[in-house]
Each structure stands twice: as C-alpha cells, then as structure tokens.
C-alpha cells in the first residue's frame, strides 16, 4: 500500500476556512499524515513544492484557485515525477477542476487521494507552463479586470457582467497563427488555446478539449461586422456562440499580431507580437475522477476547410 502522506499547499486567504480544516481533520483520522502550508506571496509556490518534494512527499495537494492550480503544477512539473497532484479547488472559477470534474466540496475533492494518478499535459508559451488554458483577447480582458470584490458577490456570473459593463471598450484585433497543416489569419475577438476545456468563469471556449492526448485545442472567435455588432446580445446569452468559432487540435501553434496581443495564462498576464505555444506531453500526474471528461480518446474536431 502506498503511504499515506501528502502536504496541502493553501491559498492564504483559504487559512480560515473551515470546511477545509474539517476535510483535513477528517483525512487524519483515516490515518493520513497530511501537512498544511500557506501561501503569502509570489514564490511561495515554489519553495513550498521543492520543500515538499526534500520532505519525501508523494502527493501534494493545491488549496485554491486556477492561480494557485497554475503555480503548483509548473513547480512540480520541473521535477518530473516525484510526485502526484491532487485538487482541492477553492477559487471563484476553479475552470479546470469544474471540466475534470473534481468534487468542489473540500472533503470530496480529498477522496481523490486514494484515486490512481493520470499523466496529463500542459501547456507552455515563452517558458511559462499552463495547466487548464490561455485566452486572448476581449475575454482574457474581462478576466483580469474583474474585480476581487465582484466575484464575491456574484461568483462566475461576475466575468459576464464585467464583459457587458466594458462593451464599449471592444476592439478586434488582427492575428495570424500557423501550425501543422494549419494556417488562419483576419481580426478575432477572442482566442483560446485550451489544454482544459473553459475559462472565464465557466465559458466553454475549447469544449473538445483533452488533458491527456498531446495536443493543445486552439478556439478563434473571428471579428467580422456583423459579430462584433450582435455580441452583446450574445454575451447575454451567455456566450451562446460556439458555431462561429474556428477550432483546430495541434502539438503547437505559433501566433503574430500587428499590435501586442494580451494573454492571460491560468491567471497569469502575458504579452507579446509573436509567441509559440506547445503542449507538452505527460508532464504532470494528477489525481481526477476515473471518468472525468478531460480523459480520454480525443474525439474528431472541425478544422477550417
């Protein structure tokens, strides 16, 4: 039987939390030896993953947002295969936990522990690793600019009602992005490059998406007249727009822009005119549901005739 040790690394506005404290509790009573640390400030991440790893800890468990997932995953990912990744999703949006379909409930999310560890990919763009996706443009935007205090309120509804407050500051950008046997190129709205499957609070921007098949699914909501004009009716709608997209499914994608494009990385703002994302295979093992909807075969997709 494996050992039952693991180390919680938690977000530091989750200490008080107490239906985490339960689930630990709980977890120790089952015989586990299971540490906790917070995380204060950038790095933290880092050190803790590599103390961690020095501690003999095979699992380790991320307390916290898509950020949080993000930091963790990358760290661990730079010492591949010490160690096994377990959610324990905390955040306003938690996108890539609600697509594997981890249990949002701290205790559930626990159960997982016992669940055998899945190789999964990751993305990554200019050295920087992402775990769930990397949205472009309007949308990447509204994630960023949403405030901290909204998502108290209004939870995943808060991105959308961000977006529709900040209509008028939508603009089209022009891009161009080629990959294997791929090439697009006009003015787009938005762009996803999806190892997981939404982003934004639950906007299903690359719903073929498989975390375990080597490929990055790239979404692109193209910008001609009249979808910029009829968007904020969509976006009432709930971003009800999936058959104007343009998708693909590629081990890596290049991107130019006439003018810097704005990413958002799990949270993580990056800019740039010219940037190649990759997928890198098997890079992380995680613990997920034995049916979760990130497994799996990759299904067909439709690629721009």
Known sequence: MAERKALLILHGKQALNEDVRAAVQDRRAQGWTLDVRLTWEAGDAQRLVDEALAAGHTRIIAGGGDGTLRDIAEAMAAQAGQASLVLMPLGTANDFARAAGVPLEPAQALDLLDAEPRAIDLGEVGGQV???MATGGFGSQVTANTSEDLKKVLG???????????FSELHAAYGELNGPDFQWSGDLLALGIGNGRQAGGGHELCP?????DGLLDISILPAPQEV???????LTDGFGIDNLFVRARLP???????EGLYINLDGEPLEGD???FSARPAALR???PVDSPLLGSPAAINRPG
Do not use: C, M, P
Request: no cysteine.
């Open 228 to 234: 910029v004009g009829t968007l904020k009716s969509l």
């Open 208 to 212: 073929q998406a498989l975390a375990d």
């Open 252 to 258: 890596w994608v290049e991107i130019k822009v006439a």
């Open 274 to 276: 010219s940037l190649r």
């Open 156 to 166: 995943g509804a808060a991105y959308l009602f961000t977006g529709l407050s900040r």
């Open 130 to 132: 992402f775990l769930n």
């Open 286 to 288: 995680v613990h997920l």
